[in-house]
């Protein structure tokens, strides 16, 4: 039976997000091969991730300026390429300097994906599927942060880390070239304006109170969970007194519902569209909850296990419809800046709690970690109501004149 052209179109976009997440994550298991190749410290492999990540988030909003104005195939084709290249590339590596030319290049790649992808899914699938297509593009970014690591460290074993290097970067020709054959299908995001309404320049929408709201609500989301996933195990046996393997499976319940419940977050968002806000700040306090209930009350492991799978489950399922609000609230012809921008929340978000809630480990305060995720999360829903009301009185302001 022949695929839909939705479906078509939503595994072109997702297998493009997920080589842009496994290509992250496939470098760490590289480390220790990588140091006594090349005689380096742990804080120069550290450098990899850093310039790959930080080079993604300085771009994303710039390359969202032009898949606004020159559209977003070609810059997902080459982006995509770049960045498969730019792995394969690593395996002739002769200096560790190179390694880091090329993580910072496959940053550069990597910085199209999440601009390219949302403009072409806005224009590509029906308004009544959108959730459905956000949710699985999310689901696949995190397979592909899931499956980096055991896969690199399986070929690692088999074959050494030039191999596997070249094997992995080889993996994103067939996706460039499966986009490319099937481009036709990929219909870029609506430009049109309604005619009598206020056109604003993308310096102003940006720094527009709407996007600094969705902005900072993006970036305390992942403060959050970079928190949890950071010093969850380190909290749980050092505080709680849980053995590692418990602690570390409670991590990873954690994160296996987070994954699911995006899928959860996609079905609502098509079905229930006007009550996405509600359906937002219930979970997001539900999380809440739970993450203080695991800090707070004396429960057994397998409790603690479970509450945490609950826990990713609402907090999983609550961003898809963020997504949604987000892209609601983007002018036509303006998506790709609007995720440029504001997800680029994302990696700064991740990169500023793990150093603080350290310190805190450090300082004799692990009870306080989980107190500051959950209050992170509950100060981030202001932002996300105040940018939803923001975004309504700017959809009523720019309304063409009768």
Request: aromatic share 8%; charged share 10%; glycine share 10%.
């Amino acid at each position: 039976m022949a695929l839909s052209r939705t479906t078509r179109v939503n595994i072109l976009i997702g297998n493009g997000h997920f080589l842009s997440h496994f290509y992250v994550l496939c470098l760490p298991p590289m480390f220790l091969a990588w140091q006594e190749a090349f005689q380096v410290s742990f804080a120069e492999l550290g450098m990899t991730i850093m310039l790959m990540s930080g080079t993604t988030a300085l771009l994303q909003t710039p390359v969202g300026f032009l898949v606004d104005k020159y559209g977003a195939r070609p810059f997902l084709i080459g982006g995509t390429l770049i960045m498969s290249l730019a792995l394969a590339s690593m395996s002739l590596a002769t200096s560790f300097w190179q390694i880091l030319v090329l993580a910072t290049l496959s940053g550069v790649g990597n910085s199209v994906i999440h601009p390219s992808d949302y403009a072409i899914l806005s224009g590509s699938v029906d308004k009544e599927k959108m959730g459905r297509s956000f949710a699985l593009h999310t689901f696949s970014g995190n397979l592909g942060f899931s499956a980096g690591p055991p896969v690199a460290a399986f070929l690692m074993a088999a074959f050494g880390w030039r191999s596997t290097l070249a094997i992995v970067g080889l993996m994103g020709i067939p996706v460039v070239l499966s986009i490319v054959l099937q481009s036709r299908i990929l219909k870029d995001q609506v430009r049109e304006v309604a005619h009598g309404a206020v056109k604003m320049s993308g310096r102003d929408l940006l720094t527009s109170r709407t996007m600094i709201l969705f902005f900072m609500f993006f970036m305390l989301g992942a403060m959050a969970g970079g928190g949890v996933q950071s010093w969850l195990v380190t909290v749980l046996h050092t505080f709680k007194g849980i053995e590692l393997k418990l602690a570390a499976t409670a991590l990873t319940a954690y994160m296996l519902g987070s994954t699911t419940g995006v899928l959860v977050g996609g079905w609502f968002a098509d079905t229930f569209k006007k009550h996405i806000l509600p359906f937002v700040t219930g979970l997001t306090v539900l999380s809440s909850v739970l993450v203080i209930g695991v800090d707070w009350l004396p429960l057994p492991a397998l409790a603690i296990v479970g509450m945490m799978f609950l826990s990713g489950l609402a907090l999983g399922a609550s961003r898809t419809p963020r997504d949604v609000m987000l892209k609601d609230a983007a002018p036509p012809g303006q998506i790709g800046k609007v995720f440029g921008f504001v997800s680029a929340g994302l990696p700064l978000g991740s990169a500023i709690t793990p150093v603080p809630f350290g310190i805190l480990i450090d300082k004799g305060h692990p009870e306080l970690v989980l107190v500051l995720v959950a209050v992170i999360l509950l100060l981030s829903l202001f932002c996300a109501g105040s940018a939803r009301v923001s975004a309504r009185a700017d959809e009523v302001a720019v309304q063409p004149a009768e």
